[in-house]
Protein backbone atom coordinates (compact mmCIF):
# COMPACT_ATOMS: atom_id res chain seq x y z
CA UNK A 1 0.00 0.00 0.00
CA UNK A 2 0.78 3.36 -0.68
CA UNK A 3 1.62 6.30 1.98
CA UNK A 4 -1.35 7.62 2.81
CA UNK A 5 -1.78 10.87 5.63
CA UNK A 6 -5.38 10.69 6.84
CA UNK A 7 -6.98 14.38 8.11
CA UNK A 8 -9.10 14.23 11.33
CA UNK A 9 -11.12 17.71 11.79
CA UNK A 10 -11.40 18.53 15.95
CA UNK A 11 -13.42 21.26 17.32
CA UNK A 12 -14.40 20.60 20.95
CA UNK A 13 -12.97 17.17 21.06
CA UNK A 14 -10.76 17.18 24.36
CA UNK A 15 -12.93 14.63 26.11
CA UNK A 16 -14.21 12.15 23.04
CA UNK A 17 -10.94 11.57 21.24
CA UNK A 18 -9.71 8.36 21.45
CA UNK A 19 -6.21 8.97 21.60
CA UNK A 20 -5.50 5.30 21.94
CA UNK A 21 -7.13 4.13 18.74
CA UNK A 22 -5.47 6.34 16.86
CA UNK A 23 -2.27 5.24 18.16
CA UNK A 24 -3.05 1.67 17.98
CA UNK A 25 -3.99 1.86 14.25
CA UNK A 26 -0.64 3.73 14.16
CA UNK A 27 0.97 1.08 15.06
CA UNK A 28 -0.45 -1.89 13.03
CA UNK A 29 -0.27 0.67 9.54
CA UNK A 30 3.35 1.56 9.11
CA UNK A 31 2.49 3.90 5.94
CA UNK A 32 -0.30 5.91 7.62
CA UNK A 33 -0.59 9.39 9.39
CA UNK A 34 -2.59 12.00 10.78
CA UNK A 35 -3.27 15.16 10.32
CA UNK A 36 -5.06 16.60 13.46
CA UNK A 37 -6.99 19.97 12.84
CA UNK A 38 -7.86 21.92 15.77
CA UNK A 39 -10.79 24.40 14.11
CA UNK A 40 -10.48 27.18 17.13
CA UNK A 41 -11.33 24.99 20.09
CA UNK A 42 -12.32 25.90 23.75
CA UNK A 43 -11.92 22.89 25.50
CA UNK A 44 -8.47 22.04 25.33
CA UNK A 45 -8.39 19.96 22.55
CA UNK A 46 -5.32 20.93 20.88
CA UNK A 47 -3.71 20.37 24.41
CA UNK A 48 -5.17 16.64 23.29
CA UNK A 49 -3.69 16.94 20.32
CA UNK A 50 -0.49 18.20 21.47
CA UNK A 51 0.21 15.11 23.80
CA UNK A 52 -1.02 12.45 21.26
CA UNK A 53 1.51 13.93 18.91
CA UNK A 54 4.09 13.54 21.46
CA UNK A 55 4.00 9.82 21.30
CA UNK A 56 4.33 9.19 17.72
CA UNK A 57 5.66 12.74 15.87
CA UNK A 58 6.80 11.03 12.37
CA UNK A 59 3.27 10.38 11.72
CA UNK A 60 1.11 12.66 13.45
CA UNK A 61 1.16 16.16 12.39
CA UNK A 62 -1.22 18.89 14.56
CA UNK A 63 -2.88 21.84 12.66
CA UNK A 64 -4.24 24.63 14.36
CA UNK A 65 -6.60 26.81 13.27
CA UNK A 66 -6.39 30.70 14.15
CA UNK A 67 -10.37 30.54 15.00
CA UNK A 68 -13.59 28.40 14.39
CA UNK A 69 -14.07 28.20 10.42
CA UNK A 70 -16.21 24.78 10.56
CA UNK A 71 -15.69 21.71 9.40
CA UNK A 72 -14.85 22.65 5.48
CA UNK A 73 -12.75 24.91 6.49
CA UNK A 74 -11.11 23.13 8.72
CA UNK A 75 -10.53 19.84 6.29
CA UNK A 76 -9.60 22.11 3.36
CA UNK A 77 -6.48 23.93 6.00
CA UNK A 78 -5.81 20.04 6.46
CA UNK A 79 -5.27 18.84 3.17
CA UNK A 80 -3.41 21.61 1.99
CA UNK A 81 -1.04 21.07 4.72
CA UNK A 82 -0.54 17.73 4.22
CA UNK A 83 -0.26 18.38 0.46
CA UNK A 84 2.43 20.76 0.63
CA UNK A 85 4.87 18.82 2.51
CA UNK A 86 4.39 17.01 -0.98
CA UNK A 87 5.31 13.11 1.07
CA UNK A 88 1.68 11.09 0.97
CA UNK A 89 0.43 9.78 -2.82
CA UNK A 90 -2.85 9.62 -1.11
CA UNK A 91 -4.71 12.01 1.61
CA UNK A 92 -7.93 11.79 2.87
CA UNK A 93 -10.47 12.92 5.87
CA UNK A 94 -11.61 10.94 8.66
CA UNK A 95 -14.43 12.38 11.61
CA UNK A 96 -12.73 12.67 14.79
CA UNK A 97 -15.78 10.97 16.71
CA UNK A 98 -14.43 7.64 14.89
CA UNK A 99 -18.55 6.79 14.00
CA UNK A 100 -16.89 5.21 11.06
CA UNK A 101 -13.91 2.81 12.40
CA UNK A 102 -10.11 3.60 11.40
CA UNK A 103 -9.98 -0.09 10.05
CA UNK A 104 -12.50 0.39 7.07
CA UNK A 105 -9.32 2.63 5.79
CA UNK A 106 -8.03 -0.61 4.45
CA UNK A 107 -11.11 -1.09 2.18
CA UNK A 108 -10.66 2.29 0.87
CA UNK A 109 -7.07 2.28 0.39
CA UNK A 110 -7.79 -1.37 -1.37
CA UNK A 111 -10.22 0.15 -3.55
CA UNK A 112 -7.41 3.22 -4.39
CA UNK A 113 -4.91 0.32 -5.17
CA UNK A 114 -7.25 -2.15 -7.44
CA UNK A 115 -8.72 0.62 -9.50
CA UNK A 116 -5.97 2.83 -11.01
CA UNK A 117 -8.22 5.25 -12.63
CA UNK A 118 -10.09 5.83 -9.36
CA UNK A 119 -9.26 9.21 -7.96
CA UNK A 120 -11.70 9.87 -5.21
CA UNK A 121 -13.25 6.75 -2.81
CA UNK A 122 -16.54 7.34 -1.08
CA UNK A 123 -17.37 5.27 2.66
CA UNK A 124 -20.91 4.68 1.70
CA UNK A 125 -23.37 3.86 4.89
CA UNK A 126 -25.16 1.10 2.72
CA UNK A 127 -27.70 -0.85 5.36
CA UNK A 128 -26.93 -4.51 4.21
CA UNK A 129 -26.77 -8.37 5.28
CA UNK A 130 -23.23 -8.91 6.69
CA UNK A 131 -22.77 -5.13 7.79
CA UNK A 132 -22.85 -3.17 10.75
CA UNK A 133 -24.92 0.06 10.13
CA UNK A 134 -26.53 1.29 13.30
CA UNK A 135 -28.05 4.46 12.38
CA UNK A 136 -31.39 6.03 14.15
CA UNK A 137 -33.97 5.61 11.73
CA UNK A 138 -34.95 9.21 11.21
CA UNK A 139 -31.72 9.55 9.95
CA UNK A 140 -31.39 7.19 7.81
CA UNK A 141 -34.57 8.77 6.31
CA UNK A 142 -33.39 12.22 6.29
CA UNK A 143 -30.06 10.70 4.84
CA UNK A 144 -31.98 9.47 1.82
CA UNK A 145 -34.34 12.58 1.24
CA UNK A 146 -30.88 14.57 0.95
CA UNK A 147 -29.04 11.77 -1.09
CA UNK A 148 -32.59 12.50 -3.66
CA UNK A 149 -32.66 16.11 -3.46
CA UNK A 150 -29.11 16.17 -4.08
CA UNK A 151 -28.69 13.59 -7.33
CA UNK A 152 -31.89 16.23 -8.26
CA UNK A 153 -30.58 19.26 -8.05
CA UNK A 154 -26.85 18.52 -8.50
CA UNK A 155 -27.84 15.90 -11.42
CA UNK A 156 -25.62 12.90 -11.23
CA UNK A 157 -26.28 9.63 -8.78
CA UNK A 158 -24.77 9.65 -5.57
CA UNK A 159 -26.07 7.46 -2.71
CA UNK A 160 -24.35 8.73 0.54
CA UNK A 161 -21.88 11.94 -0.16
CA UNK A 162 -21.42 12.90 3.61
CA UNK A 163 -19.85 10.30 5.59
CA UNK A 164 -17.34 11.17 6.91
CA UNK A 165 -14.59 8.86 5.36
CA UNK A 166 -12.83 10.01 2.01
CA UNK A 167 -9.56 9.29 0.36
CA UNK A 168 -8.26 10.40 -2.77
CA UNK A 169 -5.22 10.72 -4.81
CA UNK A 170 -2.79 13.74 -3.44
CA UNK A 171 -3.25 15.28 -7.30
CA UNK A 172 -6.39 15.93 -7.37
CA UNK A 173 -6.05 18.12 -3.48
CA UNK A 174 -5.60 21.32 -5.49
CA UNK A 175 -8.84 20.46 -7.65
CA UNK A 176 -10.87 19.74 -4.99
CA UNK A 177 -9.84 22.10 -2.02
CA UNK A 178 -7.81 24.99 -3.85
CA UNK A 179 -10.55 27.33 -3.31
CA UNK A 180 -12.52 28.17 0.36
CA UNK A 181 -15.85 26.28 -0.06
CA UNK A 182 -19.43 27.55 -0.24
CA UNK A 183 -20.77 25.86 2.47
CA UNK A 184 -20.06 24.83 5.84
CA UNK A 185 -21.09 21.16 5.60
CA UNK A 186 -21.76 20.32 2.07
CA UNK A 187 -18.81 20.45 1.08
CA UNK A 188 -18.35 16.72 0.07
CA UNK A 189 -20.64 17.51 -2.49
CA UNK A 190 -18.70 20.26 -4.19
CA UNK A 191 -15.71 18.35 -4.01
CA UNK A 192 -17.65 16.39 -6.60
CA UNK A 193 -18.53 19.41 -8.76
CA UNK A 194 -15.35 21.22 -8.89
CA UNK A 195 -14.09 17.82 -10.10
CA UNK A 196 -17.13 17.75 -12.57
CA UNK A 197 -16.11 21.06 -13.91
CA UNK A 198 -12.59 20.36 -14.06
CA UNK A 199 -12.37 17.27 -16.06
CA UNK A 200 -15.67 16.81 -17.53
CA UNK A 201 -19.14 14.40 -16.32
CA UNK A 202 -16.91 11.64 -17.33
CA UNK A 203 -14.59 12.20 -14.50
CA UNK A 204 -17.05 11.53 -12.26
CA UNK A 205 -16.70 7.67 -13.37
CA UNK A 206 -13.15 7.90 -11.55
CA UNK A 207 -15.16 8.04 -8.08
CA UNK A 208 -16.05 5.38 -6.09
CA UNK A 209 -18.37 4.30 -3.50
CA UNK A 210 -17.27 2.09 -1.12
CA UNK A 211 -19.91 0.40 1.15
CA UNK A 212 -18.96 0.25 5.05
CA UNK A 213 -18.34 -2.76 7.14
CA UNK A 214 -19.05 -1.08 9.91
CA UNK A 215 -21.00 2.47 10.91
CA UNK A 216 -21.95 3.52 14.34
CA UNK A 217 -24.16 6.54 14.80
CA UNK A 218 -22.00 8.75 17.63
CA UNK A 219 -24.22 11.24 19.52
CA UNK A 220 -22.66 15.45 19.97
CA UNK A 221 -23.16 16.05 16.13
CA UNK A 222 -22.82 19.76 15.55
CA UNK A 223 -25.04 19.63 12.70
CA UNK A 224 -28.34 21.75 13.64
CA UNK A 225 -32.10 21.53 12.84
CA UNK A 226 -31.36 25.20 10.83
CA UNK A 227 -28.57 23.27 8.93
CA UNK A 228 -31.21 20.81 7.39
CA UNK A 229 -33.92 23.39 6.63
CA UNK A 230 -31.19 24.85 4.48
CA UNK A 231 -30.17 22.27 2.48
CA UNK A 232 -32.37 23.02 -0.50
CA UNK A 233 -31.04 26.50 -0.56
CA UNK A 234 -27.56 25.15 -0.61
CA UNK A 235 -28.19 22.71 -3.19
CA UNK A 236 -29.39 25.70 -5.31
CA UNK A 237 -26.29 27.70 -4.47
CA UNK A 238 -23.71 25.30 -5.22
CA UNK A 239 -25.78 24.43 -8.47
CA UNK A 240 -26.25 27.88 -9.52
CA UNK A 241 -22.35 29.13 -8.45
CA UNK A 242 -20.79 26.12 -10.16
CA UNK A 243 -22.63 25.85 -13.27
CA UNK A 244 -21.49 29.74 -13.79
CA UNK A 245 -17.90 28.43 -14.04
Partial sequence: ?????????????????SGDDFLSFLTGHPKVSFCFVDDGSGDGTIGVLERLQAQCRERILVHRMPKNSGKAEAVRAGVLHAAGIGRWPIIGYWDADLSTPLAEIDHLLEALQSHPDCCLVLGSRVKRLGAHIERRL???ILGRVFATLASAILGFEVYDSQCG????????????????????WLFDLEMLVRLRNALGMGALDTIREVPLGRWEEVGGSKLGLSDMINVPLELLKIRSHYNRQ
Fill in 138 to 140: SRH
Fill in 1 to 17: MPEACVVVPCFNEAHRL
Fill in 165 to 184: AKLFRAEQAPIFFGDPFLTR
